[in-house]
């Protein structure tokens, strides 16, 4: 494997579901971000993990809860969730350090409230 | 105030011919980065080129080109050659060396359109 993944691709919940996004990175990046990807809206960043410590929470609603157990693990906890919260949902990775670094970023998954 | 401008929503291009997105960006701090994103409609964004605030020489990668205007803070992005594959949305983005962690900020992307 390589690159960024995520899991699942796509996710259909209803509003007082818990469910869990998931994001592994095989290119040993020491930092990872959560971004929100809505229609006609720019990409907005939600979290960023450096060595594995958030170090910003873009006033993100607590509905949403990351977890980064280690460097190459992310997680997505949701609940709770509103209609609004339909959406694109991107991981990424890059390496700390340096401005030419480039993000990579996963596949992303496609989640659908009801 | 708009961090990074994409004035052009859409854009056709015909079957190889060159095409130029555009990019302007806004920021007083000397050191910064831009990138530019592909995006097909599967999702995944994929990077495509970059250029730093104090490099000299425009950036170039494959049949990808950056215009890099630094007095009129533009960044355009070139693509030579269009091909049926390059349909897709394309984003701008900036890293500004004095902002905390290594957040990128993102433009409002460009849907490019290749005609054969």
């Known amino acids: 494997e390589t690159g960024v993944t995520q899991t699942p691709r796509h996710l259909v919940m209803g509003m007082t579901n818990k469910k869990s996004l998931k994001c592994e990175q095989h290119l040993g990046h020491n930092a990872m971000y959560w971004y929100k990807q809505s229609a006609k809206k720019p990409l907005e960043l939600m979290f960023v993990?450096?060595?594995?410590?958030?170090?910003e929470n873009n006033s993100v609603p607590s509905r949403f809860s990351p977890e980064c157990p280690n460097s190459s693990h992310l997680f997505l906890h949701l609940h709770t969730l509103q209609p609004e919260d339909s959406a694109l949902y991107l991981c990424?990775?890059?390496?700390?350090?340096?401005?030419?670094?480039?993000?990579?970023f996963g596949d992303g998954t496609r989640l659908s409230i009801l | 105030a708009q961090k990074i401008t994409q004035t052009q929503p859409g854009m056709f291009v015909q079957e190889k011919e060159a095409v130029t997105l555009d990019c302007t960006y806004d920021t007083s701090d000397p050191s910064y980065g831009l990138f530019w994103y592909k995006q097909p409609s599967s999702g995944e964004m994929i990077f495509l080129i970059y250029?730093?605030?104090?490099?000299?020489q425009n950036a170039t990668e494959g049949r990808y080109s950056l215009n890099f205007q630094k007095a009129r803070k533009s960044a355009n992005l070139v693509i030579s050659a269009s091909q049926l594959g390059d349909s897709a949305m394309y984003f701008c983005?900036?890293?500004?060396?004095?902002?905390?962690?290594?957040?990128?900020?993102f433009g409002g992307g460009t849907r490019l359109m290749v005609k054969p």
């Open positions: 990424a990775s890059s390496q700390t350090g340096g401005l030419g670094q480039p993000q990579h």
């Open positions: 983005a900036m890293r500004e060396f004095n902002n905390a962690g290594n957040m990128l900020t």
């Open positions: 993990y450096n060595f594995k410590e958030q170090t």
């Open positions: 250029q730093g605030s104090y490099d000299q």
